[in-house]
């Protein structure tokens, strides 16, 4: 083993279970330790507790004392220094005072609504230039002296609608080191939403979210071919973060980067070495129909050979970043600059799985078996007919398929509480039978393409997955049976 697998490979093992600890930068981790280092100094057990508060409160009060000169201050020459303090007490403090700091920012540090109410006022107080009637209003220096009222009230007002937090978050970004601060910021704001809905935290996610949109924007990052040839430290992080199929081994790592494999990372010069987020391509002769196909079953083929471009794993680095869609930019990134290396690939498709589909099939199966016990429905579908919400899942062919060949492996009444029965166990011997799978694959695949197609949340598709493909661009192109972890998954054509 050469030094540099000795060295990812002594990475990957020391790296914490929790991604999202990565994200803390080397600086936190030095100022933890210090933390920690003089905690163990400390002497008697019977004061350590009323210490260990009144450290926290006065490191929070340190920190929001920072916080406030870096909003507040104007001397550039000590600005930096200013910003070093607040980011590096920002790490050091618990998640507790990370909450409170932040309601902080959140509440004492938002626009000014006084202001912006009064001029509100003057602004319907004027009179727009040409509606008096006066006729002597109409030439073009009186205009000009009525519209330069309110060029001003509105550039007032434009002005007074800027929280003043913003001038933490512009200061932070041009400050080294201070974007990857404002992610860890926003990944904060966004697991403390997680647990409570609180609007001036909610307007401050939304106010920042806008911010890294777009300063994150396409013509500011730079793609990168991620290969074998790039630093230790790089391919730790690609090892740390894969969050669709886990990197198992060096082997694995070696090639997801080799022959007839791609991986590409959108890379920001305020982040260096460390990609924001990464896709990973697969060149085959054609559409591979199983993940297995093109993780471990086939070597890679010639690449001259190859007719497909299949996108299987994306994953963002940054939790900071939820919802600021990079992938999209990404993948046509990719697809041009595919096209431009590789002219004879002309299909270009994702082997993405299909999360929200058993849920939805497991949630339709008991409501609507629920809804036929309490009508007491027979199995004719006469009988069905009549009811508002009762729907019949399964085409009659398939109901008859399922009863027939479902023997003993489940029992029921009809042909949706069979299939019920039969996705419900956590064993699923059933798929061992050649006669049931091929009289429950059509249903499914029909299933699964409703729910694909037609399931949708406020006009977009329910499955969060095919939502963000379909938005790219792609169209659905069919429905697989894919691996034994996660029965159903699906294949999503792109242009």
């Known amino acids: 083993m050469n030094k540099k697998a000795l060295a990812i490979l002594m990475r990957a093992r020391m790296r914490p279970n929790d991604p999202s600890k990565l994200a803390l930068s080397p600086l936190s981790n030095e100022v933890n330790q210090m933390l920690s280092n003089s905690q163990g100094n400390q002497a008697p057990h019977a004061t350590e ?13 340190v920190v929001r004392d920072s916080m406030h000169s870096a909003i507040s201050m104007n001397k550039t020459e000590v600005l930096d220094a200013v910003l070093n303090d607040f980011s590096e007490g920002y790490f050091s403090l618990s998640f507790e005072n990370r909450r409170k700091l932040l309601l902080t920012l959140a509440k004492e540090y938002d626009l000014n609504r006084t202001q912006v109410r009064e001029l509100i006022k003057q602004y319907l107080g004027l009179q727009l230039p040409g ?5 002597a209003q109409s030439g073009g220096v009186e205009d000009e002296g009525f519209l330069s009222t309110f060029y001003r009230i509105e550039r007032n007002l434009r002005h007074s609608l800027k929280p003043v937090y913003e001038v933490l978050f512009e200061r932070l970004n041009t400050h080294p080191g201070g974007l990857k601060v404002l992610t860890i910021l926003r990944a904060d704001i966004l697991s403390i939403l997680a647990e409570e809905n ?16 777009t300063w994150l924007s396409p013509a500011a990052l730079e793609l990168h071919q991620i290969t074998w040839d790039d630093p230790a430290s790089l391919l730790e992080k690609i090892v740390a973060y894969e969050a669709v199929h886990p990197i198992s081994n060096l082997i694995d790592l070696k090639r997801r980067l080799g022959v007839g494999r791609r991986c590409f990372g959108y890379f920001h010069s305020a982040i260096p070495g460390e990609p924001l987020i990464f896709i990973e391509v697969a060149l085959l002769k054609a559409v591979a129909q199983t993940i297995q196909e093109v993780l471990w079953d086939h070597p890679p083929i010639l690449e001259s050979e190859a007719t497909c471009a299949l996108f299987y794993s994306i994953s963002s680095t ?6 600021i869609n990079l992938g999209k930019f990404l993948i046509k990134r990719v697809i041009t600059l595919v096209k431009r290396d590789m002219p004879h690939i002309s299909v270009f498709a994702t082997l993405s799985p299909i999360p929200g589909f058993m849920q939805w099939l497991l949630s339709k199966l008991a409501s609507q078996s629920k809804l036929g016990e309490a009508e007491d429905i027979s199995c004719s579908s006469a009988d069905r007919s009549g009811l508002t919400f009762y729907e019949n899942l399964l085409e009659p062919e398939e109901e008859r398929g399922l009863i027939e060949s479902s023997g003993d492996f489940a029992a029921g009444k009809n042909g949706m509480e069979i299939m019920l029965n039969l996705l419900t166990p956590t064993s699923h011997d059933w798929t061992n039978s050649s006669k049931l799978l091929s009289a429950f694959k059509p249903a499914l695949m029909r299933l699964c393409a409703r729910y694909l197609l037609q399931e949708k949340k406020r006009g977009k598709a329910l ?4 939502n963000f493909h379909l938005q790219n661009g792609a169209v659905c192109n069919a429905v697989s049976i894919i691996d034994q972890q996660s ?7 792109s242009f």
């Open 49 to 61: 507790d009323g210490n260990e508060k009144l450290n926290k409160q006065r490191s929070f009060e």
């Open 318 to 323: 940054q939790p900071g970043l939820a919802g």
């Open 198 to 213: 609180i609007s001036s935290l909610r307007a401050l996610d939304s106010y920042l979210k806008e911010k890294l949109s």
């Open 487 to 493: 029965p159903f998954g699906g294949r999503i054509n």
């Open 463 to 466: 499955d969060s997955v095919a």
């Open 131 to 135: 509606v008096s009637g006066n006729e």
